[in-house]
């Protein structure tokens, strides 16, 4: 009896993880369908709070507290991983097409691996750094620094919130590591704080009403519930049973999804340098994480250490 909650609990991490991918990937898409019907900021902040109050009223039914624990770090963990992140990443969406901008985005794990070494102590190998040339490689390929009259806002703005990404991964894990935060408090709590800026950011910068049509409202619901809401919760989960990189390199299949649902509902063209890039880019995450599980299987008790102490 007592083998059926275990193997269970070994499922739980992959399943959240496939229905992380499945849900982020597609709501790249969403997301540029959205904007049709808001103005970028009022929409990122339209997004955060219907996502904080489903998590205030999840937080509230599981009967848990609702009073924040280390409401200063929770406090950059918002700003930081939702204020920014959300806002950076949907003025991309603007300037960019929904594939490109997911890419960029989830070159996260590189910005979170040069991190996490001073940061964190998680120090960074030799066959790593070869994971993060093909990386950043990759990346060049795509933002084309020579070529100004690419859209070049739009891939400065994606980097960018991938970097805001990485370093709120990097606090989640150092505030783990020193405070026994609950998970869903902690989501909670960094959405209401992040999305707070992010109202008074719309206020100031609205150029145009948003259009609360049913069409609008349903995209709202999915993304604030489905993909702010539970995705981030998901994100937060994983993040609490790996280490920094591992949890990053996770959500691979994101940019996939996002790069194959664009393409089928939205015809966003890719250019042949783009296609190279994003190659470099794949291949170089998929070396990082090959890297990783090599390590994790040369080093069993020191990786199950890493795991209980960000438990």
Avoid at 91 to 97: F, I, P, R, S, T
Avoid at 108 to 117: G, R, S
Avoid at 167 to 192: F, Y
Avoid at 227 to 245: E, G
Wanted: with cysteine; aromatic share 10%; charged share 10%.
């Amino acid at each position: 009896m007592p083998s059926t909650p275990i193997s269970l609990a070994r499922w739980l991490p992959p399943l959240a993880l496939l229905v992380l991918s499945l849900t982020w990937g597609y709501t790249w898409v969403m997301a540029k369908q959205g904007l049709a019907y808001a103005p970028p900021f009022a929409f990122a902040a339209e997004r955060a709070v219907g996502g904080a109050m489903a998590l205030l009223l999840a937080l509230k039914a599981s009967g848990r507290s609702l009073r924040p624990v280390a409401p200063g770090p929770t406090l950059v963990i918002g700003l930081t991983q939702v204020t920014a992140f959300m806002a950076l990443q949907t003025w991309a969406l603007v300037e960019g097409g929904p594939g490109k901008t997911a890419v960029l985005i989830f070159t996260m794990p590189i910005w979170t691996l040069l991190m996490a070494w001073p940061i964190l102590g998680e120090r960074i190998r030799g066959s790593q750094w070869l994971a993060a040339l093909s990386t950043l490689v990759g990346l060049v390929l795509i933002i084309e620094p020579w070529d100004m009259h690419s859209s070049l806002l739009s891939k400065v703005l994606g980097v960018s919130a991938a970097v805001c990404w990485a370093i709120g991964t990097i606090l989640v894990k150092r505030l783990r590591s020193r405070h026994p935060v609950d998970l869903l408090a902690l989501t909670t709590w960094q959405m209401i704080l992040g999305a707070v800026p992010l109202v008074l950011l719309a206020v100031l910068v609205t150029d145009r009403p948003t259009d609360w049509s049913l069409p609008y409202i349903g995209i709202l619901a999915f993304l604030s519930i489905a993909s702010t809401a539970i995705c981030w919760w998901l994100w937060i989960y994983i993040l609490d049973r790996l280490p920094a990189w591992e949890a990053s390199l996770s959500v691979l299949g994101t940019p996939v999804v996002a790069i194959v649902s664009s393409r089928l509902m939205l015809g966003e063209e890719f250019k042949a340098i783009e296609v190279a890039g994003i190659l470099l880019i794949g291949c170089g995450l998929s070396l990082l994480s090959f890297f990783g599980w090599l390590s994790s299987r040369r080093n069993p008790l020191r990786n199950a250490t890493e795991q209980a102490i960000s438990r």
